[in-house]
């Protein structure tokens, strides 16, 4: 019981660092774009090999724990949790890469406006990843239920910054390029929020037992 | 034991289904999108709570079938996998409502272009959503490696698109709105070849045990 126990730790210690690895990537790969930062651009492209070999780490520690005794339900519940964030995660990490190649599209042309919205979505967003993770290994729904409101705001940001590039566009064609771009890595930031989302729905369910994915229940 | 295997039966039988529902909808959407059909558009939209049922009724199975008894190191691996695969459905179902809400967009405004490639992308997509589950149930890696070939030529027709619908809006900003739609159906369609994708690592990984999520070896 006792190895079972630090297994689960491992799991859960496992899945931080991997948690705080996405953060990262996110973070330098909205940088690299506002700062026109092409070797930070390159880095983060460099420290998905991390990413994706942990998302393997994780899943073959999973499966490692269930085969290695009958898990109590909650338990079990707890590790097929982490089978689904693990990949939360590694989309998250290929989201920052999707960035990064628009970024390194964005560099090579001239800015087309200061990028004001981008870094604030991005800074929503990162946090969302952080509190999504902290609730889960902590079962504090609480934290889960902040995640669930931010995402709201993050897509409030999405239509704001889409529509503002569509206008730019139609006043001057010759952006249309970057500003494709610029929306792309909006879009990109939404889906990252969207997985962080799951995560809090996850753990709303591990430790709620509500299933909050289809039909967000009013007093959760 | 026989309770386990009809359960496992059971597994597979409830995967295919939301598979077929998956494609259903992905077709339906970009069909109310080709034929401008409003009413086929709100049809797919009522479909996908269907969608979401079935992702709850397969991770209750999943969990009951690991707690049910000791499942051996390969059915492990199987209800795993089922898991993580459950979870891209989903998100493929989610990806069909997000076309449609395009689609929606597009129906209202005038039409700028015949529409050849999206079809064809989406007949593409299509296919390899039913390889990818088949190759699952079915543990056939050459469906699975099929599947991988496809998703280059996806986004061989997603960068084709993209380019053109470019130039559109160069020669005529007056259609930045459409095309902007138009380019995003394409995005959505290939995030759904992504999943298809996963699906068809993860069975390779199941059957051959060769892990080709993050580096195609050459042989498989």
């Known amino acids: 019981m006792r190895h079972f126990i630090e297994e689960l730790e491992e799991l859960q210690a ?3 660092e991997m948690g705080t690895l996405v953060e990262s990537a996110i973070h330098h790969a909205v ?34 724990l269930l085969a290695l005794q009958q898990p109590m339900a909650r338990d079990l519940r707890f590790i097929t949790a982490a089978i689904k964030i693990n990949t939360d995660l590694e989309r998250m990490g290929d989201l920052a890469v999707n960035i990064v190649e628009r970024a390194s599209a964005l560099i090579q042309r001239p800015r087309i406006k200061p990028l004001i919205d981008i870094p604030q979505m991005a800074h929503t967003v990162e946090c969302m990843v952080r509190k999504s993770l902290d609730a889960f290994v902590k079962r ?6 902040a995640v669930l409101l931010s995402d709201d705001t993050v897509d409030r940001l999405k239509d704001s910054i889409h529509n503002e590039l569509v206008s730019f566009m139609q006043k001057d064609p010759s952006v249309i390029p970057q500003a494709i771009d610029l929306i792309l890595v909006a ?4 889906r990252i929020a969207d997985h962080a989302t799951n995560i809090a729905e996850d753990t709303l369910f591990l430790v709620k037992g509500v ?8 007093d959760i």
Do not use: G, K, T, Y
């Open 31 to 64: 940088l690299s774009l506002v700062e026109r930062r092409e070797e930070m651009a390159r880095q983060v492209l460099r420290n998905e090999d991390r990413i994706n070999h942990l998302e393997v780490e994780i899943d073959e520690l999973s499966v490692r």
């Open 211 to 218: 299933d909050v994915r289809h039909h967000l229940e009013p």
């Open 14 to 16: 496992r899945l931080l």
């Open 187 to 190: 879009r990109h930031l939404e």
């Open 140 to 145: 504090e729904p609480d934290l889960a239920r």
